[in-house]
């Protein structure tokens, strides 16, 4: 039992009539079929003949199953039939993890053959904010600067077989983000994010910089999310850091550094001018604490003064 790739169209001169899927909005990850017959013009989803074309679009991902069980499936887009004496075709050009995939022949069919349409393009996620201050440690300042990261990340579907067993096998209607599925998603991204950063900061991108350094924090995401959501077939799929903002004690901490490197440079500002510096040069560069007169260790965490 498994697909046939047409190489004519679904006209009424070649087929009884069709099932197709109606483009997806940006939430709704898998639809049903809908058939629609040529001869009552009629649209239905539950009775269904053998004689029938199956469109596939760019961007859909097709799912034959019986019983909740996967019969058969294609990535490609085209015009199909369903053949019940033909092997499973198991057409596959996008998704890495089905490339060996094996499907369980030993299928008891009943009449509840249905065909399932997986949205395979990105999905916008929600806007995020941390809600606790993240530790990065910037190798340039050589410290670890505490942020708060703002932004955006998207999902996508990246292995329709996994994501259908794990969320829409027998589903009667659409299968849509809700509120309650971004909420869960939202929560481990927001665990792992401090992880991904830390990958991050061994490339020595400043934190000021990571706002334009998406691809590498997506990569890093994806990494640390990989086996986790691996079994589940949807991950994150774009990561942008609208912002990232200094917590006031690190601001003072990376004034206070900047302040003594201005202040060391004598080849390039006057005596005048390191003066002025020296006034300004009033924080711990370690823990930000206001130094009081001529000392050479701070009172606060006993950081050398240089």
Known sequence: MGLIKMDFDISKDNCLGYIYCPEMKNDVIIRSGIFK??????????????????????GQFLIVSSDGKIEDFTSEAGY??????????????????LNNLELNNDINVSSARKFYFINTKEI????????????????????????????????????PVNFYYSYGSNIDSDYVLDDNFK?????????????????????NIPYNLLPKSSEDIT????????????????????????????????????????????YSNSDIINDDSKESVK????????????????????????????
């Open 37 to 58: 017959d040529y001869k009552s013009d009629t649209k239905d989803k539950n009775h269904i003949p053998s004689d029938i074309g199956i469109l596939v679009d760019e």
């Open 80 to 97: 199909y039939t369903f053949d019940k004496k033909s092997k499973p075709l198991m057409l596959n050009e996008k998704f890495d993890d």
């Open 124 to 159: 916008k996620g929600d806007k995020f904010s941390t809600p606790m201050p993240i530790s990065y440690k910037d190798n340039n300042l050589k410290i670890n600067v505490d942020v708060k990261c703002y932004g955006r990340y998207t999902f996508k579907v990246t292995n």
């Open 183 to 203: 909420k869960q998603f939202l929560e481990k991204f927001l665990e792992i994010l401090n992880q991904a950063l830390s990958l991050v900061s061994t490339s």
């Open 219 to 262: 990569n890093a995401v994806k990494s640390c999310l990989k086996q986790f959501y691996q079994s589940q077939g949807i991950s994150v799929n774009n990561v942008l850091l609208s912002s990232v903002t200094p917590t006031v004690d690190s601001a003072i901490m990376i004034k206070a550094i900047e302040e003594d490197k201005l």
């Open 279 to 306: 006034e300004v040069k009033m924080f711990c560069t370690n823990c930000g604490e206001k130094i009081i007169g001529d000392i050479k260790f701070c009172t606060n965490c006993g950081f050398q003064i240089n």
